[in-house]
């Protein structure tokens, strides 16, 4: 019962913040609400049962957006949003584009007959299954996936540091 | 109908993500659109998981997979990001337009 309330309810959270992220024009608080966005579907996560996920999306969110303010306000020219520095281009197109993009979503969201209503297993079941399926099945994607972010830290931290004429 | 609901969020998050993407100069301005994107993307599995598939555990760790490829993004962008603010000075992109082919 309560839980179309709590979807409903982060739902909203999420786009008012998106919406803020790129009306803002202090960059500081455009990466706060970026991080306040990522907390709302943390909490959808939840409101639909799946903890593990939603503890894994708030804490890796919290540190990201984090640094991610600290990068803000490294690279802008006017972190604090003081100058009122006009940051967009093609303004219009792309607002053509996003909302091109938001009612195919929403089409296909309310036109399909999706089906559904299944009972999920218990939080502890939950993991298990999950444990399992990381470290059975999908042990090579799970073990890619690692090596992967590993080679882009070091590619990353490589290109960084990296001598520029 | 909660099915309904979070994708309705979903869809409404990726078009402004898409929005961002497309209109922000900057380039991290460009890669938080990126991230809005892509969070719109794991609600969507999140909730095809929670109310289609509660048994598959597949949905889930496509999810960590999802978490992965924005951890990498960030990473991949903010080594661009550093390698351009050396260069260039700047992450502008208007100013990028000698990347054109």
């Known amino acids: ?165 | 109908m909660t099915l309904t609901l979070c994708l309705l969020v979903g869809a409404v998050l990726f078009g402004i993500g898409l929005y961002g993407a497309f209109s922000q100069t900057n380039l991290v301005m460009i890669m938080m659109g990126v991230e809005v994107m892509l969070g719109a993307a794991m609600l969507n599995l999140v909730a095809f998981w929670r109310f289609l598939h509660p048994q598959a555990f597949s949905g889930q760790m496509f999810v960590l997979i999802v978490m992965t490829v924005m951890a990498l993004e960030a990473a991949v962008g903010f080594g661009l990001a550093t390698a351009r603010f050396r260069a260039k000075g700047s992450v502008e992109m208007e100013e990028a337009a000698e990347l054109k082919g």
């Open chain 1, 1 to 165: 019962m309560g839980q179309p309330i709590a979807v409903g309810f982060f739902g909203v959270v999420a786009i008012w913040f998106a919406i803020t992220v790129f009306r803002t024009s202090s960059m500081v608080r455009s990466a706060l609400a970026l991080l306040a966005v990522m907390v709302a579907l943390g909490g959808i996560f939840l409101a639909l049962e799946a903890e593990f996920l939603g503890v894994l999306q708030l804490m890796m969110m919290a540190s990201e957006m984090t640094i991610m303010a600290i990068f803000m306000v490294m690279y802008m020219m006017d972190p604090g949003g003081l100058g009122q520095m006009e940051m967009t281009h093609q303004k219009r197109s792309a607002g053509l584009v996003g909302a091109l993009g938001a009612l195919g979503g929403v089409t296909l969201a309310v036109f399909v007959a999706w089906g559904g209503g299944a009972t999920v297993p218990t939080p502890t079941g939950q993991l298990r299954l999950l444990g399992l399926e990381i470290m059975g099945r999908s042990m090579l994607i799970f073990e890619t996936a690692g090596v992967t972010i590993l080679v882009a830290m070091i590619a990353a931290t490589a290109v960084a540091i990296a001598r520029w004429r």
